[in-house]
Each structure stands twice: as C-alpha cells, then as structure tokens.
C-alpha cells in the first residue's frame, strides 16, 4: 500500500461520525474502504456513521451491529453494503467463503481488519488507518491508495471543511 497522502486529527467521537456521514454519500458500487488500526482505534465507529448515514438517506434507521462474530453484514441498497470484520480469520482463503471477492467489485465494502485479506485486498481499495492519540477519546487516520483516491478525498474533504 502507498504511503499516506492525508492525516486527519478525530479529536471525538463526534468527529468520526461526522467523517463517516461526510464520506457515505461519496462512495459506490466497486469502492472498499480497508479499516486498519488496533482495537478501540474507531474502526467500527466509522463504519456504523457511514452505513447509518447511507442508510437514513434511504429513509431507513436500522441497527448497525459490529460484524465482529458474523463476519459480515450486508445492508440493502443501491449498491449493497457489506460491513466486514475479519479479526477472527485464520487465513484468506476464509475470505472467498464470505463472498467478499464478489462484493468488491459489485458493492461498497468496509473491511475491518484488512490485514487478514492477504493478498486478496483489491488493489484500488482506500486504507484508512486509525490511531488512537494519548489523550484519551482523540484518535487520527491515515489515509493512503491510488491516486484516484486521493484526488476525490481532497475534492471531498475540502468541499466538506475538513482541510
């Protein structure tokens, strides 16, 4: 993966919902979105803002559980989206009996635990790295991918006030 591109500063909780609303309405079929960082680093917290955002521009307010012993959890749309965790993995082949490889190209994916796809990842996916700071609730991300990606994180974000 690229070096990263952009470094944002979450310095709450609030923060990472509101980057997940941000970027929810930006992302379609085919666009994954890799999750890296330890536990409590906001991985899930993103992927709740982002698929709750999608959701309630559809009119829809579901409950979004952390994949963490499904594996995967896919939410109805244009296009679907899957929520993966793959902590518990042991290998990447595992990830071909998910049906992971199919919703790369056909759906919005966020995979937590990226690390576990071995090579698998798609090469145009988003990594965003999440990093917990001293003091306390702030965290960062790191983002790094193609250069398409950084060219619609900076249009995105700038729009958006993020930078």
């Known amino acids: 993966m690229n070096a990263p591109f952009l470094t944002l500063a979450l310095p709450d909780a609030t923060a990472t919902d509101r980057l997940g609303a941000t970027l929810a309405p930006h992302l379609g079929a085919g666009d994954t979105v890799l999750l890296d960082g330890q536990i409590g680093a906001g991985k899930t917290h993103f ?46 082949d595992d990830v071909l ?20 796809l071995g090579d698998l990842a798609p090469d145009a996916a988003l990594l965003m790295q999440f990093s917990l700071s001293e003091q306390g609730a702030a965290r960062s991300v790191a983002f790094s991918g193609p250069a398409k990606w950084q060219e619609r994180l900076q249009k995105i974000l700038t729009q958006e006030g993020w930078i």
Do not use: K, M, N
Not at 70 to 90: A, C, K, M, N
Not at 97 to 116: K, Q, T, Y
């Open 47 to 92: 992927a709740r803002a982002l698929i709750q955002s999608r959701l309630a521009a559809l009119g829809r307010i579901e409950d979004v559980p952390s994949p963490t012993f499904t594996l995967v959890q896919v939410y109805d749309g244009s296009p679907e989206i899957w929520h993966s965790d793959l902590y518990r993995l042991g290998h990447p």
């Open 97 to 116: 009996e998910l049906g992971l490889e199919d919703a790369f190209d056909e759906a919005i994916c966020l995979v937590e635990w990226p690390d576990r």
